[in-house]
């Protein structure tokens, strides 16, 4: 699975001659004689720096300490994701390999139908900082990787196959007893919280103000999950509208708080403990738990027992396939390294000089980790 997230960003190429231009413009890694720039680098940079949840709570400026650590394994990751993605392109292209516009508009086609609408779809992008016109290019990407690994390998999977892994796996397929539950979640976890108000935020918090929205926000978060359950112990027929207002778990606020069916050993146990001793169609709460208050409501109860083929084959049908992929692209990327020719034609972007500088940083952080442990004890 660790090829999937090279996969879903699109390799940024481009040269700009204005202003800084020709810095930008500079080649940094040769691969086959073609250029990595430092623009490309910076911009992809750039992209995971903002991703990292570090960042995201203003903890450290991670982006101009290039000798930290999480600098350091970030600008590594970077380095070897722009040449993974080089030597796929060039693999694309020397097969003649073309995504057009039609096959991206089917891909993402298939994803609203799998979220349940294209209002789902916009909230996950707005979530996540991801524009339409990014997405389109993360899309035109693994559909590129996805055909390029059927034209290079039969990654296509027959419904003997799938069955066959079926009957081989049967215990995969088992199950405890299951509940159906419907939850309304108020956060108190203060990462997410963290996340969340630096990301609303029009201005850069301090340490300190961060802190002290977090405590805010968890306290009002309380109030409201008792007053959420309250009511609804009052009335349940309206969980489902409460859920979609006010349940700060957004996959499945949109589903009305539905989180399906499910075993006491896949949820924390407060939550599982809760929900398990519920009596049907019984709203209780609120739950304290490590993400913060629920509020749930079980519907069914279901015993023991096995899924069936016909009800797991289609998804095991494309679990299966994906694996497949994977392995395909993992063996061309493999083969197209022993036989690439791939220059660091700055140094410093040299993943051996990147480890060296990083494995330094490590070993001195935990000098200093044990110069402390005796003084913490005293």
């Not at 109030?223 to 349940?247: C, G, Q, R, T």
């Not at 490590?290 to 049908?317: C, M």
């Not at 972007?349 to 980790?369: F, H, N, R, S, V």
Request: glycine residues 4%; aromatic residues 6%; charged residues 30%.
């Amino acid at each position: 699975m660790k090829s999937t997230k090279l996969l879903a960003t699109l390799l940024v190429a481009g040269m700009l001659f204005t202003g800084c231009g020709l810095k930008n413009s500079q080649t940094i890694i040769k691969v086959n004689d073609k250029a990595i720039t430092q623009n490309d680098f910076d911009k992809l940079m750039d992209k995971q720096i903002s991703a990292s949840p570090f960042a995201k709570m203003g903890l450290g400026d991670i982006k101009n300490d290039k000798n930290g650590v999480l600098y350091l394994m970030t600008e590594r990751s970077v380095v070897t994701q722009l040449v993974i993605e080089e030597l796929l392109n060039q693999e694309a292209e020397n097969r003649g390999i073309k995504v057009t516009n039609k096959d991206v508009d089917e891909a993402i086609n298939k994803i609203i139908d799998k979220l349940g609408g294209k209002d789902r779809l916009s909230e996950i992008l707005k979530q996540n900082n991801v524009s339409i016109k990014q997405l389109k290019s993360d899309i035109k990407t693994q559909v590129k990787m996805q055909k390029l690994a059927q034209a290079t390998e039969n990654v296509k999977v027959s419904d003997k196959e799938v069955k066959d892994f079926y009957d081989k796996n049967i215990d995969k397929f088992k199950h405890g007893e299951q509940i159906r539950a419907y939850h309304i979640l108020l956060m108190t976890n203060p990462m997410q919280l963290g996340q969340e108000i630096a990301s609303e935020s029009k201005k850069e918090l301090s340490n300190d103000e961060l802190s002290k929205k977090i405590d805010e926000k968890v306290k009002a978060n309380e109030e409201l999950a008792n007053k959420i359950a309250k009511e609804l112990k009052a009335d349940n027929s309206k969980f489902v509208e409460y859920a979609k207002k006010y349940s700060q778990d957004t996959t499945s606020a949109q589903k009305g708080g539905d989180l399906g069916y499910f075993e006491a050993k896949v949820m924390v146990p407060e939550f599982s403990k809760a929900a398990f001793a519920a009596k049907p169609n019984t709203v209780v709460g609120p739950v304290k738990t490590q993400f913060g208050y629920h509020v749930i409501l079980v519907t069914d109860r279901r015993p023991a027992g096995t899924e069936s083929f016909d009800k797991v084959k289609n998804n095991l049908k494309e679990s299966l396939t994906n694996e497949k992929e994977i392995k395909a692209i993992d063996d061309i990327v493999n083969a197209a390294k022993k036989k690439a020719k791939i220059e660091y034609i700055d140094k410093q972007y040299d993943p051996e000089a990147i480890t060296k500088k990083l494995t330094g940083q490590l070993e001195e952080m935990q000098k200093q980790a044990n110069q402390a442990a005796p003084a913490a004890k005293k």
